[in-house]
């Protein structure tokens, strides 16, 4: 399991950073970028460059991680080196797929990337189509650095009193009361819930450090949060999570990419309700 590497930069930042000096990156569907975007942002795929392609969602979920060389390759044709400031948005409070983009950078080796706080709607300047020529930098990062753990180990950790596994979904899709995307309803067995949603206020924003580290340390109850593995539907929504996590000073915790559309493809058990 790679060795979190802790950065004292920011995960999130505010639209000062749209004054100069930051790439800006919109990890949006291709319609909703070339129906409009920020202006100069440059577009982050969310299933071609931030998914590889999923034949059996029952080996890596529905968006499993690409390659780490090919996505440094594919990042430095944008223009962003390992030190390049990058703010991320989406539409929908970093969490699709805004903050899955701010992680693989993170991840590659680029301590600078960050979150829009407030995305695209708190942004509040008016869309282009235009789209920007990036001046390409030499391709960097051939590995990813944070820490993931596979189906197997969740399998043993989510019996093991020493680490948590925390699923971010909605309440109702976690309790098994309906399941909008996946062939199974439910979650894994031990799992808790505390939805991505929950670390949002106002206006979609961030809420403070100080209100995020009270509530995950209540969760953690105790456990480092080294000790912590998030998952969500597809390994996506899971790293609007992490992100809150490095806001809070809590960083560290372990990202399932298969998550549950992984797990409820695999025969493995599944538990309902609260």
Do not use: K
């Amino acid at each position: 399991m790679p060795v979190h590497q802790v950065s004292n930069e920011p995960a999130i930042v505010g639209v000062e950073a749209l004054r100069g000096g930051w790439v800006l990156l919109d990890a949006r569907p291709a319609a909703a970028y070339a129906a409009g975007h920020l202006p100069g942002a440059l577009h982050a795929d969310p299933d071609r460059d931030l998914a590889a392609p999923a034949p059996d969602p029952a080996r890596g979920g529905r968006h499993p991680l690409p390659d780490a060389a090919a996505f440094g390759a594919r990042v430095a044709a944008w223009g962003i080196g390992p030190d390049t400031p990058v703010a991320i948005y989406d539409d929908q409070g970093g969490a699709n797929a805004a903050a899955r983009a701010w992680w693989m950078l993170r991840s590659l080796g680029n301590r600078f990337a960050a979150l829009l706080d407030g995305g695209l709607q708190g942004a509040g300047l008016p869309l282009d189509t235009e789209v920007p020529v990036p001046v390409p930098v030499a391709p960097w990062g051939e590995a990813w650095h944070l820490p993931t753990v596979g189906v197997e180990a969740v399998d043993e950790l989510r019996r093991d009193a020493g680490w948590m596994v925390l699923d971010v979904r909605a309440a109702f899709r976690y309790r098994g009361e309906g399941e909008p995307i996946d062939p199974v309803a439910g979650h894994i067995p031990g799992a808790r819930n505390l939805p991505f949603a929950e670390n949002l206020g106002r206006e979609g924003r961030f809420l403070a450090p100080e209100v995020l580290r009270a509530r995950y340390l209540e969760l953690l109850g105790g456990l480092p949060p080294e000790r912590l593995v998030v998952h969500c539907g597809s390994g996506v929504t899971a790293c609007h999570t992490l992100v809150a996590l490095e806001r809070a000073g809590l960083p560290g915790a372990s990202l399932y990419v298969g998550s549950w559309s992984e797990w409820c493809r695999t025969e493995r058990p599944v538990a309902t309700g609260a």
